[in-house]
């Protein structure tokens, strides 16, 4: 019988950035026994999707190989099962986080593990929960794990997230607001009602001076800072955090992992911390159902067909997005 093929994109070596990205017609993969062949409705792009393609994860053997489809945020219908799959059928529509190491999710079809597949309520779209995987459970944990926020309201603390008008941050405004906390953001002019739309306490343009002190307006003193950007020093941090402020940097570089040292080896209260998300089921399907509660929204700044998939790609690297990238297929 003549192989399924599938319209894909892929990239067939380190570099090159949207131009980098080929479509391409493959065959169809077929799922192991523990994983699920999803026809795929959306898929959504992280800016670890361009630096893995920029070689900035090669010492981490990503992609674990050339051509590689990039891309791990997906959502779609199950189509085909393996022998050892037992939450899913065909026709069921999930969300899913694909490997970091190979992707995917730029395709018409991929294959998950079971593993890291949850359902998608009736309620939630396509394009809204693929946005979630990586970029909601970052803001999730960070704020959880390591920021020691609470999102159920009863221990209510100050918070600044920067960069809040991005992937991240969006979704981390509306968590920390979820549980009371009082939030102060930083994004561009151009964002600034949105942010606060969504709950933020006070919201600086990070362009003007204010801004780049992170001085909260009343007064407030950092519990938790959820760091999205990049480049920020700790001694613009440093006077604005309370007595035991801890700063989640999500994009740790030399700098950040030395400070991280520095604060631990001299027993200092205020701390700094690299951070790397963990995807998890549980937490993929409590963030939808949050999204179907209505108590969590994906933000998307544009939606791309697969055909102009590169277009996507070069919006991402921008870093100018309002929100999450989407690809349909
Ligand atoms: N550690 C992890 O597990 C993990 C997981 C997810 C993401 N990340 C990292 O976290 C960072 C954020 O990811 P993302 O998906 O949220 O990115 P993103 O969606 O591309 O962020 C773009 C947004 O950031 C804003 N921005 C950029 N620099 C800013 C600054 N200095 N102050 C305030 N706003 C700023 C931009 O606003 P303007 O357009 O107005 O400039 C834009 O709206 C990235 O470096 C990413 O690699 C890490």
Avoid at 9 to 28: I, R, T
Avoid at 115 to 129: F, G, I, K, N, W
Wanted: charged share 25%.
């Amino acid at each position: 019988m003549a192989e399924k093929v599938m319209q894909a994109v892929q990239y067939e070596s380190y570099g090159g950035g949207a131009s980098g990205l080929k479509h391409v017609e493959v065959p169809v993969p077929t799922p192991k026994d523990d994983e699920v062949l999803l026809k795929l409705e959306a898929a959504s792009i992280n800016p670890v999707d361009w630096k893995i393609q920029k070689g900035a994860l090669r010492a981490m053997l990503m992609p674990a190989k050339f051509p590689h489809i990039p891309c791990t945020d997906v959502s779609g219908e199950v189509v085909e099962v393996g022998q050892q799959v037992k939450d899913f059928k065909a026709g069921d529509k999930v969300l899913a986080k694909l490997s970091t190491q190979h992707g995917g999710g730029l395709a018409e079809f991929v294959v998950a593990s079971e593993s890291l597949t949850a359902a998608r309520p009736y309620e939630v779209s396509a394009a809204d929960a693929a946005g979630l995987p990586v970029a909601g459970l970052t803001a999730y944990d960070a704020l959880t794990e390591i920021g020691g926020i609470k999102l159920d309201g009863s221990e209510p603390k100050n918070v600044l997230i920067t960069a809040a008008s991005g992937g991240v941050g969006l979704y981390a405004v509306q968590l920390a607001k979820l549980g009371s906390n009082h939030v102060t953001a930083t994004c561009g002019a151009r964002n600034i009602d949105l942010v606060k739309g969504l709950g933020a306490d006070e919201v600086l343009d990070y362009k003007t001076p204010e801004g780049v002190s992170l001085k909260s307006p009343s007064g407030k003193k950092y519990d938790a800072v959820i760091n999205c950007a990049t480049g920020i020093r700790w001694s613009i941090f440093d006077p604005n955090l309370a007595k035991n402020g801890v700063v989640v940097d999500l994009t740790p570089s030399a700098r950040s992992m030395f400070t991280f040292a520095l604060k631990k080896l001299t027993f200092s209260k205020k701390r700094l911390v690299p951070f790397i998300v963990s995807i998890k089921t549980e937490g993929l399907k409590h963030l939808a159902e949050l999204v179907k509660d209505g108590k969590l929204k994906t933000i998307i700044d544009s939606k791309f067909p697969l055909s102009k998939a590169e277009d996507a790609w070069a919006k991402s690297i921008d870093g100018h997005a309002t929100g999450k990238i989407i690809v349909e297929p």
